[in-house]
Nanobody, 118 residues
Framework: QVQVVESGGGLVQAGGSLRLSCAIT????????MGWYRQASEREMVAHIT?????DYADSGKGRFTISKDNGKNTVYLQMNSLKPEDTDVYYC??????????????WGQGTQVTVSS
């Protein structure tokens, strides 16, 4: 069973850093793209990366957040620096894969809480 497993959330003071990790388990399929999203009022993209290394960031995280990947481990990371109280939210990881028949697959993790205190 394919699962997307997040870790690394927690409580940090403003100006601090956190590193979120997201791993795909239960499959030998490699990801095409993975991304981090925050819940906010509606789930919105924070950072996105393709298997070839193309990245995209929401304006709110540019210059502070860095997404990276380890293709061999089917894992992506989100380094969050200079955190602000407004970054507080539940962060979800999403993974896009393709099955053996060429059909797209999309999975969400369970979410990890990031809380930034002022």
């Amino acid at each position: 069973q394919v699962q997307v497993v997040e870790s690394g959330g927690g409580l940090v003071q403003a100006g601090g850093s956190l590193r979120l990790s997201c791993a795909i388990t239960g499959t030998d399929l490699s990801f095409n793209a993975m991304g981090w999203y925050r819940q906010a009022s509606e789930r919105e993209m924070v950072a996105h990366i393709t298997s070839t290394g193309n990245t995209d960031y929401a304006d709110s995280g540019k210059g502070r957040f860095t997404i990276s990947k380890d293709n061999g481990k089917n894992t992506v990371y989100l380094q969050m620096n200079s955190l602000k109280p407004e970054d507080t939210d539940v962060y979800y990881c999403a993974a896009d894969l393709t099955d053996e028949m060429g059909a797209p697959l999309h999975y969400w993790g369970q979410g990890t809480q990031v809380t930034v205190s002022s």
